[in-house]
């Protein structure tokens, strides 16, 4: 059993930088790929970023390349989403999420656990 409890999420300016965190609970975190999604109003829930156990892979959705960074700290039991240059576009609660899967997943049907969301909005 994996809780996680994201933080980090407000209220920023368009190309301003925000960086979320997700601290988990359980003994297994460090075994886990661990998944960032997004939802905005009135739309479905959509990829970000993941990242393996080891860290030795990432991958992210087109949408984000180059101005996300997803990172982990298994000592922490924490995993972290680094955004620069936000867009409104950006606006949407975040969810942090893990599975018991080794590879990289993009869809949310392979992840076990979610967070409860951080909201993040930009705007001017």
């Known amino acids: 059993q994996v809780q996680l409890v994201e933080s980090g999420g407000g209220l920023v300016q368009p190309g301003d930088s925000l960086r979320l965190s997700c601290v988990a609970s359980?003994?297994?975190?460090?075994?886990?790929?661990m998944g960032w999604f997004r939802q905005a109003p009135g739309k479905e829930r959509e990829f970000v970023a993941c990242?393996?156990?080891?860290?030795?892979?990432?991958y992210y959705a087109a949408s984000v390349k180059g101005r996300f960074t997803i990172s982990r700290d298994n000592a922490q039991k924490t995993v972290y989403l680094q955004m620069n240059g936000l867009k409104p576009e950006d606006t949407a609660v975040y969810f942090c999420a893990a599975s018991p899967g080794q590879h990289l997943f993009v869809a949310s049907p392979a992840y076990d656990y979610w967070g409860q969301g951080t909201q993040v909005t930009v705007s001017s």
């Open positions: 359980g003994r297994t975190f460090s075994s886990y790929t």
């Open positions: 990242i393996t156990w080891s860290s030795s892979a990432t």
